[in-house]
């Protein structure tokens, strides 16, 4: 009964979310806002966590292929779809889950016990609206250009390292970075984003929304909507991939 | 004025009234208009006219004071930029804070952020303001400060204004029509110089918790 009481909140704080905003000019300059302290403030952490599992895939991909069999490009092959299928849209998804959500999870639930929310609602202004709206947008916008940026940069990443390491030859990673492949890939990655992306905005959202009590409350609400969000995108993980690409 | 015993039901009747809760039963007029009554819409329009105090000030922590102030107005009004500004400073002149407007909330101390709230609350001239114990937290001399701020702007503005406290010298300073509620229940009601005389018993307790108040009680 748990799941449907949840379920069913989360579904009418969305819609109450999605409703019709106030001043649509307002909700544009805090969908920027929050494009830049959720997306930019990320790029950071990506970049670094990127490059080194490229790297990482590159050289133990290199050390495990002994067979004569597999050609040397191979690891190219695999450092490529490893990054473009799962580690970028889902494994940097999982990531984000961790420093979005508890950010946006411990900010609507300090508002909520501070009654900075309550104050909002006595000004008649939607407050699902104008504090969960714009993180959705701008997350489910963002989040696409940051995955790209982890495919780029963990695909980079295995390249200097694997140079550097000795395990591949620039021929041949080269080569197999574009053997076979299918655009379409990035597009299922992109799609996939787009729903964590949705994922790791509302789901700590409707945990902070709805904290009462105090700081340690605020503190709950924040780990619970992570762990939810990060169950919720294994969850869709699969889901989407059995649904686009089988 | 609503007063009454921690946990008696005050601050949960003030949400009723501007509909933070939902009421199972009775109803709530604002000039005649039920609250619980009207559709979505409507309820927005009335709550555009209402200004609340609350508890902890709620300020934005994210905004400057001045931004504070002149949030209600950047929802609901087409005022430009400056006229915001303008308008934001006036409120806050007017709460006699002219200089904090570039300070956060976390730099302000409590009496501030009362009186920030306050400004906050006038900025878009409401018809009916709501203060949910203006005092807590607060030394008596900023205590007298705020009660006095908000006798004044009551006066000055023309508001209907409804003050929830435990605080007996605020009662004394700025109150008019006294209402003490009593696990929940509308128990006493009256003037503020009716409540010094009355003999009923639990207000009496409340009335007279303090050494001073009884002292006081025996000049009468």
Known sequence: MNIFFHFGRYYILIKRAFGKPEKLSLYKDRIFEEMYSLGVGSLGIVAIISVFMGAVITIQTAFNFESPLIPPYAVGVAVRDTMILEF????????????????????????????????????????????????????????????????????????????????????EYILGITYAFRPF??????????????????????????????ALEVGRSSTKGVVYASVLILAFDLILTQVLLV | MIIGESGSGKTTLLKCMVG??????????????????????????????????????????SKTVEENVAFPLSMFTDLTESEKRDRANFC????????????????????????????????????????????????PKTSIVIDNLIKEITDEYGITTMVITHDMNSVIEIGDNIMFIYKGDNW???????????????????????KFMKNLKTKF
Request: hydrophobic share 45%; net charge negative.
């Open chain 1, 88 to 171: 970028s849209p889902a494994i940097v998804s999982l990531i984000l889950a961790g420093k979005i959500g508890s950010s946006i999870a411990s900010e609507i639930g300090t508002m909520r016990v501070t009654e900075q929310i309550d104050a909002l609602e006595i000004m008649g202004i939607n407050s699902a609206g104008y504090l969960i709206f714009p993180k959705i947008i701008a997350s489910v916008l963002f989040n696409p250009i940051l995955i790209i940026f982890s495919m780029f940069l963990g695909i980079l990443g295995g390249y200097i390292f694997g140079l550097m390491a000795g395990v591949v030859t620039d021929f």
């Open chain 1, 185 to 214: 890939n990035v597009i299922y990655a992109l799609i996939k984003t787009a729903v964590f992306a949705f994922i790791i905005a509302s789901v700590p959202a409707y945990h902070g929304y709805y904290t009462k009590g105090g």
């Open chain 2, 20 to 61: 933070l809760n939902e009421i199972d039963a009775g109803e709530v007029l604002f000039d005649g208009r039920n609250f619980y009554d009207l559709d979505f819409n409507g309820k927005k329009e009335i709550r555009k006219e209402i200004g609340m105090l609350f508890q902890g000030g709620a300020l934005f922590d």
């Open chain 2, 92 to 139: 806050l002149q007017r709460v006699n804070l002219p200089d904090a407007n570039k300070l956060y909330p976390a730099e302000l101390s409590g009496g501030m952020k009362k009186r920030v709230a306050i400004a906050r609350a006038i900025a878009v001239q409401p018809k009916y303001l709501f203060c949910d114990e203006p005092n807590s937290g607060l030394d």
């Open chain 2, 188 to 210: 006493w009601q009256g003037s503020k110089e009716d409540i010094l005389k009355t003999d009923n018993q639990e207000v009496c307790d409340f009335v007279y918790a303090t």
